[in-house]
């Protein structure tokens, strides 16, 4: 991989800039290792945190000036559903899809299906002195919503006939492997992570649950945006440049390279080609992946109302939201930041 030329390193104080990892932190660590910060005159400084709940925490502390998050989370600081509220935005979509149902090898593909046999089964054959136990990443994550999805598609319902805990996203493994939980919905590539171990398959991916879901966006924080509003317009666009290359196929091979580095995922080559190819290897068969990531194209990085719109039905749908009136969405989905960061984008 070529560093491009020109860089030039700001002596402005460091943008801190936090992500969480999974696949779809790739914009972020492509515009990192390929110089496309510095291009922007940049001084980014990086932060990798365990899950969302630290993400929340320290943009509402001022720990951080932006980060990568989920959807959720930026509603419920800059709406107040619980006693953290702050004023933030949400200038960019970082990705559509990239996440997945994965169940212990202990429940069968031929009992489960695709999630059809799961009822009778449960209903049936379950043994365990405990309920039937899945887990998501955040109370307000897409993830939550998609396991949902997922449960009554097959006529079942939570809390009813399966309990859903939180868990980070990289602990999900090891507590399926552990026995801990029966199953999860993550994001990649912790989904492939228990598929290539053989401690879990898949029935399911959320390109067939939500299809052109909104998935991952830049969070940044009231007081950034305020009184740094260019250097936010300039991170706008350099992520917007690292969205269209991490689309690329051609580049996907160096985009495996990056996200194995230990400072992002640390997964393996192997794990992260499992959905980053094109093909995706569920456990029992392999499946079309050419969906399964979308982080550049028509509008897909454009922060919408209908795209904010998606994450408030779906969690107003199971439950997760508070009784308060949500207020106008575009004072947090700022369309305006993106097109003024598109009119300056490099790659575009």
Request: charged share 20%; hydrophobic share 40%; with cysteine.
């Amino acid at each position: 991989m070529e560093e491009p030329s020109g860089q030039r390193q700001s002596n402005r104080f460091p943008i801190r800039l936090g992500f969480v990892p999974l696949s779809d932190c790739a914009p972020i660590a492509v515009a990192r290792e390929m110089g496309i910060f510095d291009r922007y005159g940049l001084n980014v400084s990086l932060s990798r945190e365990l899950g969302w709940a630290s993400v929340r925490d320290k943009i509402y502390y001022g720990d951080l000036d932006s980060a990568q998050c989920i959807a959720g989370i930026a509603f419920a600081l800059g709406m107040g559903f619980t006693e953290l509220r702050c004023e933030v935005a949400v200038p960019l979509i970082l990705n559509l899809h990239g996440n997945a149902v994965t169940l212990s090898n202990d429940l069968k593909p031929v009992d489960i299906g695709r999630g059809e046999g799961l009822k009778d089964y449960l209903r049936y054959s379950w043994k365990k002195d405990r309920p039937f136990t899945l887990a998501a990443t955040h109370r307000f994550s897409s993830h939550h919503i998609l396991l949902h999805t997922w449960l009554r598609r097959h006529g079942l319902t939570a809390p009813d006939d399966a309990e859903i805990i939180f868990l980070p996203p990289p602990l999900m493994p090891r507590h399926l492997k552990a026995g801990h939980i029966d199953g999860y919905c993550v994001g990649e590539p912790w989904n492939s992570e228990a598929i290539v171990a053989g401690t879990g398959w898949c029935p399911a991916t959320s390109v067939e649950l939500s299809h052109g879901h909104p998935e991952k966006v830049l969070l940044v924080s009231g007081r950034f945006l305020q009184e740094r509003k260019d250097e936010c317009v300039a991170l706008v666009a350099s992520l917007l440049d690292a969205c269209k290359l991490c689309q690329d196929p051609v580049f996907r091979n160096d985009l495996v390279t990056i996200l194995a580095m230990k400072e992002y995922t640390g997964a393996s080559p192997e794990v992260l080609r499992n959905s980053l190819g094109n093909q995706f290897h569920t456990g029992p068969e392999s499946i079309n992946a050419d969906a399964f990531h979308i982080f550049h194209g028509d509008s897909v990085n454009r922060p919408t109302v209908e795209k904010a719109s998606w994450v408030l039905a779906g969690l107003r749908a199971i439950g997760a939201l508070p009784d308060i009136t949500c207020g106008s969405l575009s004072r947090i989905y700022r369309e305006d930041i993106f097109h003024t960061a598109q009119h300056c984008s490099q790659g575009a």
